[in-house]
């Protein structure tokens, strides 16, 4: 099995704003992963629905956590891994089950929870090497840290 590489973008939403998490899978980022996947697959709405998470606008708990899939259960089974562009999880979110064990990191099951008749079974999986995985964890709270002081 090959392996992806994950990084967790993080820019200001708009001049100054708050900061957005946005995952790229092997240097693409996420939003236009899932964008190209929904208009290629013939679903409306689709392109420019998603954007990256905003951890000031919802307590997703530690980043760490959260990207492992131990975020709050109040969201049940899945994680959100992107919201909708207008910056709330909630409203456009994608959610993906996020298994982790010693060596790999997988990211599978994704859905839109809002249209519950799409079949993404076709995006993804994605599996990152376990070490990666951490070090662009780690990466990502020290830019959280670093852009909270």
């Not at 190209?36 to 951890?55: H, N, Q, T, V």
């Not at 760490?64 to 891994?81: E, I, Q, W, Y």
């Not at 990191?105 to 076709?122: I, L, N, S």
């Amino acid at each position: 099995m090959t392996s992806n590489e994950i990084r967790f973008a993080c820019q200001h939403r708009g001049d100054a704003g708050a900061l957005m998490i946005v995952p790229r899978i092997d240097g693409a980022p996420l939003p236009e992963l899932i964008d190209g996947f929904e208009i290629a697959a013939g679903m409306k709405p689709a392109g420019d629905a998603y954007g990256g998470l905003i951890p000031e606008f919802f307590r997703f708990g530690p980043m760490l956590d959260h990207f492992l899939g131990r975020s709050t259960n109040a969201m049940g089974p899945k994680t959100p891994v992107l919201g909708c562009e207008c910056g709330e999880w909630g409203c456009w979110p994608l959610m993906v089950r996020i298994t982790a064990t010693a060596d790999l990191v997988t990211w599978d099951a994704f859905e839109q929870p809002h249209r519950t008749t799409r079949d993404y079974t076709a995006f993804g999986p994605f599996h990152f090497d376990r070490h990666q995985y951490d070090d662009a964890l780690r990466a990502l709270s020290a830019t959280i840290s670093s852009d909270n002081r």
